[in-house]
């Protein structure tokens, strides 16, 4: 086991992964730009390395400055979180040739599945269902073709990266040179690399994906499905395990497959498969994730498995020590993404309590949220029996979540959350006017 971890990240996943590297005994290295030098994740860290300026590009995505604060800190291993460096192949190659572990898949591998359209040529080989698409895309009259044989309405999207960003819904030949040079402008932006390819749209359709672990002598197992399908703009607020759109002999067999595909790709690590789910309820496989995903506290407090914990343990060799059997999936999780509205200065924080209510924050009395990073503040996750009283739960923690200073979406939420279409599970990826 490592003694001390680098967390490559900053905001509450940092906080995070430091409090579940507290719990193991193992010291942490925090880094923080110039905006963050009085966050919260700096503070709890045992150690803490300024990497640069506000903007990301100047810290959070310096690799070479990431990588000599843990070797200066005598760190073993880089826990990268999501988002910036978590899915970037070249830093896990980079920390591997300076002899730090990546907690994360390995390069290569990384490199492998990272290609969402080479992703779903070995995932159909794998047996599981994939909507029906092309390969990377080389020009717009490229595009026009494949576009035509699919049939609009088709969708353009970045084969690397996550997050929302390189995706663009095309209904008519008319929209799609645009579409695809604003698609892969975005894409090389966000995640440096502008290629693109096209899918069918399946309209109308959930969004629900699986959370897998799989350890490198072989254990693999699936901890359940998550709904993701209340979305704006391809951004996601409420998640929620199980979804109430798949019944139980459904979720065994799509579970199976998951876990089948995984060992089949040789997986190693915490990773999401993510589909859409049809209205005739049909699975169709759309991409993976090869790193935590933000979402992943809901699915903790179902299975009251610590996915931090043990993405730390595979990281070194630690086989995992349950079977699928042996993991508790009953009762029902949901999970608000708290945001900020705009900028602003945090006078009054007061967190709601109570059994199975959990925050995952950053926030504390005086904390600045800046307009360089992500406007996540913290996730809201309540866990109970049954659906019915987690709603209750929710509704109940979400009217005492108190975030005084900052402009935040908290009334928005309460609002879905008391939305007839919500509460009864019969909602889908058009709720927040999704097209």
Avoid at 71 to 95: D, K, M, T, V, W
Avoid at 207 to 230: P, T
Avoid at 309 to 336: D, H, Y
Wanted: negative net charge; aromatic residues 6%.
């Amino acid at each position: 086991m490592f003694s001390k971890i680098l967390i490559a990240n900053r905001g509450e996943i940092a906080v995070r992964i430091i409090r579940a590297c507290k719990e193991m005994g193992v010291a942490t290295v925090a880094v923080y730009s110039q905006a963050d030098q009085n966050a919260l994740h700096v503070a709890l860290a045992d150690q803490s390395y300024c990497v640069g300026g506000p903007e990301a590009s100047e810290s959070y995505l310096r690799e070479d400055r990431i990588v000599s604060a843990a070797l200066l800190a005598g760190a073993q291993a880089i826990h990268p979180g999501y988002g910036f460096l978590s899915e970037n192949a070249h830093f896990a190659r980079l920390c591997k040739k300076n002899g730090l572990v990546f907690i994360g898949p390995d390069p290569d591998g990384m490199e492998r599945l990272g290609d969402k359209a080479a992703l779903k040529e070995l995932v159909r080989a794998a047996g599981l269902p994939v909507i029906p698409g092309t390969d990377t895309l080389s020009t717009v009259e490229e595009a026009r073709k494949a576009a035509e044989a699919l049939g609009y309405p088709v969708m353009l999207k970045a084969r690397s990266g996550g997050g929302g960003r390189g995706i663009r819904l095309v209904r008519a030949p008319e929209e799609l040179e645009d579409a695809y040079l604003q698609a892969a402008g975005e894409a090389a932006s966000a995640f440096g690399d502008g290629g693109v390819y096209l899918e069918k749209y399946i309209f109308p359709a959930r969004h629900v994906e699986l959370q897998i672990l799989a350890d490198e002598h072989g254990g693999a197992v699936c901890l359940g499905d998550r709904d993701c399908s209340l979305q704006r703009r391809n951004q996601k607020l409420i998640e929620e395990t199980p979804s109430p759109a798949v019944g139980p002999e459904q979720r065994k067999r799509i579970m199976a497959l998951a876990v089948e595909a995984v060992k089949k790709l040789g997986y190693v690590g915490a990773g999401t498969l993510e589909f859409l789910l049809d209205r005739e309820g049909n699975f169709w496989f759309m991409e993976m994730n090869v790193r935590l995903q933000v979402e992943h506290c809901v699915t903790e407090m179902l299975t009251g498995i610590d996915l931090v914990k043990w993405q730390i343990r595979v990281a070194a060799g630690i086989p995992l020590n349950f079977t699928q059997r042996e993991i508790p999936m009953t009762g029902s999780a949901i999970e608000c993404r708290v945001n900020a509205a705009s900028c602003g200065t945090l006078r009054m924080l007061h967190v709601p309590g109570g059994p199975s209510v959990r925050f995952d924050t950053c926030l504390v009395q005086g904390t600045a949220v800046s307009p360089y990073y992500d406007s996540l503040l913290g996730k809201l996750v309540v866990y109970a029996k049954t659906r019915e009283e987690t709603l209750r739960k929710l509704r109940a923690a979400l009217c005492e979540l108190v975030i005084d200073g900052i402009p935040t979406n908290i009334e928005e939420q309460l609002r879905i959350v008391e939305d007839d279409r919500f509460a009864t599970g019969r909602y889908d990826l058009t709720f927040m006017g999704n097209r």
